[in-house]
């Protein structure tokens, strides 16, 4: 394994933090080869600033997601540049990957809880991400982000006996644990009611501005589109300029 | 609070293993039955070995004479019982027992069909065995026709035991010739002998007249007391003909264990019985494993998605491995237990757990159970946090 030392990975510090959370030059992704290569995304160009909540919405397969993964360290970037919290990731190494992802909190459209971990213990999952403190205060904080999110009398419950919504707030809270600087939420709102779903957005904005945290949130649910500070929308690969 | 508890995280691989009962259980059943084949199989083969030499161990001697061309007790030759008497001119040499061993046909007196008994002829009046009681029950032996019947040999013999404590007479055939049950000794049945017989050499060669008065299958020798064994055998060896082999105790009971080990394929078989016991459970282990893996596949790619390293899930995946392993190994151990005390009580094999053969099984079951989590790990490979967008 190749093994990178903590400080190749820039941190982003109270110094420093006017410096973009996410910055995208140019940056243009295809899948397939050959004859059916098809390019998904062209020529990316945007910014995410420290703290900052965007919204990117646009037709499906217009390349949402691709670009959230892709800011996710979850795919390689092929073509143009990908700075998250100034680290390039075109070419960048499995560990600086993993470092990077360290540092995101993720939300997904189905939830992708732990099905053997209670709720309580799925939060910690990514308290644990951070070193340095015992287990008494990781759990703790995992307690005090369920307390957050609603659901300090469903702590010990497993997944299957949440619903739809507390699944979703379980989720947030778990990605929140981690002290993330930016958040990656796809369609978080997919699989909720409109009141739960504008319920669960809310208090995912209110929590990040909180913590300072930037969000870039997909989704093409019109009813949560006022959440975000700006909002972006994408089309056949591209970015349509916003009114 | 040491600091290792401190930063202990959410111990995964037990929660993993635990929410799902049922399969756990399935696992643990397949680890315990691999366990449970191990231990027989090596109990056996070891057993085998041990009861081998049952009768071997119990003789009083520091060296023991046989002819060369012996190859185990199930096919002892005689040699001139001229040899052992040479062997008392040695110096350190305090005593010699000239013993005749033949396997004989017993007629059960209550069914009156005949079975294969081992008999060993002997001087009453030499010392034979190390029990030191049983030199005032060979007395009886200088009447003849008269034999001490081994409690321990199998029932198929007749309930000779109980017969005789209930103070009958027990009368019967040896090799077609009557012949009366006088005493009870304590020896235990071999892989060779199902049951053993021990008369004086007269009623011996009354028995089998065609085996000459002067041909001895085994000569003991005793040694005087503080010398050293190899180096008389070694004078022994030097000083007479190449028609008779001199064995220390040791190698006289190593003799015998190497033929069962290396002449017959029983040993072999054993082996092979133990091996394809841990076959099965790798099948098993890795069958579970890599289920458990494939079927939490996403929430890998969670976990990867979230920044936790390739090496940590690995590292879930090998600790499943162990937990198997330590939980499969404990109830095969404990039925381990239980299964070699039924077989000691129905076979009356000295088949027992020795930590030896337990360390054995123990690392046999762990590596089983780590290699094939090795091999389920591949799997985690396949986990694409990309895909569960």
Not at chain 1, 112 to 125: F, P, Y
Not at chain 2, 14 to 27: D, E, F, G, M, S
Request: glycine share 8%; charged share 20%.
């Amino acid at each position: 394994m190749t093994s990178i030392s903590n400080n190749e990975f820039i941190k982003e510090d109270s110094l420093i933090s006017t410096r973009p959370a996410v910055q995208i030059h140019r940056l243009s992704h295809s899948f397939g080869r050959g004859a059916t290569r098809r390019k998904v995304l062209q020529s990316i160009s945007m910014k995410i600033n420290p703290g900052e909540v965007v919204i990117l919405t646009g037709p499906s397969g217009c390349g949402k997601t691709t670009l959230l993964t892709l800011i996710g360290a979850l795919r390689s970037v092929e073509e143009g540049d990908l700075f998250v919290f100034g680290n390039q990731l075109r070419g960048a190494r499995r560990r600086l990957k993993q470092l990077i992802r360290m540092h995101i909190g993720m939300i997904f459209q189905g939830h992708n809880l732990l099905r053997c971990l209670t709720a309580e213990q799925n939060v910690q999952m990514g308290a644990d991400l951070i070193d340095g403190s015992s287990y008494r205060v990781r759990r703790d904080q995992a307690r005090e982000w369920l307390r957050a999110v609603g659901l300090d009398d469903q702590m010990s419950k497993f997944p299957h006996d949440l619903s739809g919504g507390q699944k979703q707030r379980v989720a947030i809270a778990r990605a929140l644990a981690a002290r993330p600087q930016l958040l990656l939420a796809d369609e978080p709102t997919a699989a909720l009611d409109s009141v739960t779903g504008r319920e669960v957005v809310s208090l995912l904005k209110r929590l990040a501005k909180e913590q300072a945290c930037a969000v870039l949130m997909v989704t093409h649910d019109p009813r949560i589109l006022d959440v975000g500070d700006r909002l972006m929308q994408m089309e056949d690969g591209r970015l349509v300029p916003s009114f | 609070m040491p600091s290792f508890w401190n930063n202990r995280r959410i111990p995964l691989a037990w929660l993993l293993l635990t929410r799902q009962p049922l399969r756990l259980l399935v696992a643990l059943a397949g680890i315990c039955f691999a366990g449970i084949l191990m231990f027989m199989q090596l109990g056996f083969r070891d057993g085998l070995f041990d009861a081998s030499v049952t009768v071997h161990k119990l003789f009083d001697a520091d060296l023991v004479l046989i002819s060369p061309r012996s190859m185990s007790s199930i096919s002892m030759s005689g040699f001139p019982r001229r040899r052992l008497i040479q062997a008392m001119a040695h110096q350190d040499v305090v005593g010699i027992t000239p013993v005749n061993w033949n396997f004989l046909l017993w007629r059960n007196p209550q069914t009156l069909t005949t079975r294969s008994i081992l008999v060993l002829g002997f001087e009453p009046n030499d010392p034979l065995l190390v029990d030191s009681k049983f030199s005032s029950k060979a007395k009886v032996l200088t009447s003849r026709g008269r034999v001490l019947f081994d409690e321990l040999s199998r029932e198929e013999f007749g309930p000779i035991p109980k017969m005789f404590r209930e103070g009958l007479t027990i009368e019967t055939e040896v090799a077609g010739k009557r012949v009366r049950v006088e005493g009870l000794v304590s020896l235990g049945p071999s892989f060779g002998a199902d049951g053993n017989l021990i008369t004086s050499r007269e009623t011996f060669l009354e028995l089998l007249p065609s085996n000459p008065p002067g041909s001895i299958e085994i000569g003991l020798i005793r040694l005087r007391s503080g010398s050293d064994s190899k180096s008389v055998a070694n004078v022994l060896r030097k000083n007479l003909p190449l028609d008779v082999r001199v064995l220390t105790q040791e190698e006289f009971v190593e003799f015998e264990k190497n033929y069962w080990r290396s002449s017959t394929s029983i040993g072999f078989i054993f082996t092979l019985g133990a091996a394809m016991g841990f076959v099965v459970g790798c099948v098993i282990v890795y069958q579970i494993l890599y289920s458990d893996v494939s079927d939490h596949l996403p929430e890998y790619a969670t976990l990867m998605a979230m920044g936790y390293r390739m090496k940590t899930l690995l590292g879930v995946v090998a600790r499943e491995g162990i937990l198997l392993a330590v939980m499969g190994y404990i109830p095969a151990y404990a039925a381990g237990q239980c299964l070699y005390a039924l077989v000691r009580s129905s076979t009356k094999l000295p088949v027992a757990m020795d930590p030896q053969r337990a360390l054995i099984v123990f690392t046999l079951i762990l590596f089983m159970c780590m290699s094939s989590a090795c091999v389920a790990m591949r799997r985690l490979v396949d986990a694409d946090p990309a895909e569960i967008f």
